[in-house]
């Protein structure tokens, strides 16, 4: 569970997630394309709306934020420092010490996203490692004061098999994955999964 601020200095941020306010277990997990029931007249718009979302470059923490209106629920499944990481892994991302990091994202008692992220610790600054390390802010919120670009890359199937295998629901069609780079070294392979939480507060009748 992660909360807002105090922020560290340089890194503050105005819009964090709130204190947990479901219980884990009690979130509501659906896949995307499970959101709108066949036949549907949204359907279609529902697709259109799933290619956006896995296309776009920007901050899905904040898409979160701007669909649910308000504090998004953020719970870190899962967080260790470690030297055994997928093989994909290693493909995109160089050193020996990574941590491995996977995340929910719900509102309202509806998951959002689940996220698996591999952050090489070898590429980054002290004090973004120290920051990551402890677990106590959201890697997206870490990053908006650094340099940063992305770099879409297909899927690897063994991450997906780890993230799918922690949180369930398995989804592939709805997930993504890229490279986030800082002052063009390679140091976090992240793959999202949105989930029918995406849908919230959005013009369709579920």
Not at 131 to 136: F, M, N
Request: contains cysteine.
């Amino acid at each position: 569970m992660l909360t807002t601020g105090p922020w560290p200095d340089g890194l503050s941020y105005t819009k964090g997630p709130s204190i947990m306010t479901v219980p884990m277990d009690k979130l509501a997990r659906v896949r995307f394309d499970d959101a709108i029931a066949d036949p549907s007249p949204f359907r279609s718009w529902a697709n259109m709306w799933k290619q956006q979302l896995l296309t776009q470059d920007g901050s899905a923490t904040l898409i979160c934020e701007t669909l649910a209106q308000g504090p998004i629920q953020l719970d870190v499944l899962y967080q260790e420092k470690t030297t055994q990481v997928p093989a994909s892994v290693r493909t995109h991302l160089t050193g020996q010490d990574f941590i491995e990091r996977q995340v929910t994202i719900s509102h309202a008692g509806q998951v959002m996203m689940d996220n698996l992220t591999y952050i090489s610790l070898e590429q980054l600054d002290s004090d973004v490692r120290f920051h990551l390390e402890q677990g106590l802010y959201p890697i997206g919120y870490i990053f908006d004061v650094k340099l940063t670009r992305k770099r879409a890359v297909p899927c690897p199937d063994d991450v997906l098999e780890r993230l799918f295998s922690r949180c369930g629901a398995p989804d592939p069609s709805a997930a993504r994955t890229y490279v986030l780079e800082i002052e063009n070294n390679s140091c976090m392979l992240i793959t999202e999964t949105y989930r029918a939480g995406m849908i919230h507060g959005l013009p369709v009748d579920l």
